[in-house]
């Protein structure tokens, strides 16, 4: 969902896809160094990028050090030539969602919790921090993206637990 989340918060502006490719860099370097959780499934399942994270591994087991810096640009390269496709799948999956959600009748109110990186809430002090959020506003959570909620408030600690935080978000 990354990358579908990409497409929907560059929006349909002229600079959607060059945001969309800076975000799909932003798995680069998780790739080369093995991470093996929430990355999304277009790049591990990827032969080619499968083939060299294998031998990015082996090369860095064997401290040869150029041959992961060769290896690494190889796989910076096939996420490049991946780009294009891929913003125009992760596009229609996009509509797709948006569509299929937007039949669902809306959820009764109700306490949800999200486990998420961004200031704001919507009681006490983080209530302050709230009303200048676009998402987390006084009253309701606005989302520009795919996210999950839960009515247990653990669920949401799982959720924070499963998304690193790295500023962009």
Do not use: C
Not at 43 to 67: K, M, V, W, Y
Not at 76 to 93: D, G, W
Request: net charge negative; glycine share 8%.
């Amino acid at each position: 969902h990354s990358l579908i989340n990409a497409v929907l918060e560059a929006g349909d502006s002229v600079a959607a896809e060059a945001f969309f490719k800076r975000q799909a860099r932003e798995f680069v370097n998780p790739l080369i160094h093995g991470a093996t959780t929430q990355l999304p499934s277009a790049f591990t399942n990827d032969p080619t990028i499968h083939r060299l994270r294998a031998d990015i591994a082996g090369a860095q087991q064997r401290s040869e050090d150029a041959e992961v810096e060769r290896l690494s640009e190889a796989l910076r390269q096939r996420v490049e030539e991946m780009v294009p496709a891929l913003y125009e799948e992760m596009r229609a999956h996009a509509d797709m969602v948006v569509e299929a959600l937007q039949m669902l009748p809306p959820v009764p109110s109700g306490t949800v919790y999200r486990g998420d990186w961004k200031l704001g809430g919507l009681t006490g002090l983080s209530r302050l921090v709230g009303l200048a959020s676009a998402t987390y506003g006084p009253r309701q959570l606005s989302f520009s993206s795919l996210t999950s909620t839960s009515q247990r408030y653990g669920e949401a600690w799982r959720f924070l637990s499963l998304v690193q935080n790295t500023g962009l978000r």
